[in-house]
């Protein structure tokens, strides 16, 4: 069964710092990938997603994530952060791809809780 | 356009009740998700529903758990004689078709007390 480690739990940081939050994920075949956040009071929103092509995705807000294949990673990367940057973050991954079923489910990380200090 | 929505927000309910959570997807979406966001064990699939397709299951943690979909819309979770460790936040996500990336619902709240 597939499954998803994001190795930081809790993230506190200073506004203007840079972030990488790890997310690895253990199926080897083709897959794809997504990093959802959630803000304080507010649901799951996507932040960007690899189907396929360019390894190096950008999503919204200046958020953007490498698939890395040999290392089965997709960390998120952000210059620098904004107060407003303070949410949990998800990494999720969808496969195999082309299996019906199963296949169709994301399977999440644990999260990551993001604080941005001013 | 409007986005997912689930009923009710919140639920509490007596241990032993049974409860009825719904899911209105994204209009023209046709593949539907249910997930459950519980403290220390993250985000966990649930049931998975595209089309006329046959769902798939394989997430229901116990029988007492049961889905469906009406008319390939509207969906209802039903929980069945609900336990304390049924709390928790349980979540709704359509996609356009299973290739496309889901959006989710806020969520209902269930409390079993």
């Known amino acids: 069964a597939q499954s998803v480690s994001q190795h930081n739990h809790h993230v506190i940081l200073s506004e203007a710092a840079s972030l990488e939050l790890g997310c690895n994920y253990s199926y080897g075949g083709t897959v794809n990938l997504f990093w959802y956040v959630q803000y304080p009071g507010q649901h799951l929103q996507l932040l960007l997603k690899?189907?396929?092509?360019?390894?190096l995705v950008k999503g919204i807000k200046g958020f953007e994530a490498e698939f890395i294949k040999s290392k089965f990673s997709f960390n998120l990367r952000k210059p620098s952060v904004q107060w407003s940057d303070t949410a949990e973050y998800f990494c999720?991954?969808?496969?195999?791809?082309?299996?019906?079923?199963?296949?169709?489910?994301?399977?999440f990380g644990t999260g990551t809780q993001l604080k941005v200090e001013l | 356009g409007a986005g997912v929505s689930q009923s009710p927000s919140n639920k509490v309910t007596e241990k032993g009740k049974d409860v009825e959570l719904r899911c209105d997807p994204i209009?023209?979406?046709?593949?539907l998700y249910w997930y459950r966001q519980s403290l220390g064990q993250g985000l966990e699939f649930l049931i998975y529903f595209q089309g006329n397709s046959a769902p798939d299951k394989s997430g229901l943690p116990s029988d007492r758990f049961s889905a469906e979909r009406t008319g390939g819309s509207v969906s209802t979770l039903t929980i069945q004689r609900t336990q304390q460790e049924d709390s928790a936040v349980y979540l709704c996500a359509s996609s356009l078709w299973d290739s496309y990336e889901q959006y989710f619902g806020p969520g209902t709240r269930l409390t079993v007390t």
């Open positions: 999720a991954v969808k496969g195999p791809v082309g299996v019906t079923g199963g296949g169709n489910k994301l399977t």
């Open positions: 690899y189907f396929s092509g360019d390894p």
């Open positions: 209009s023209g979406h046709t593949a």
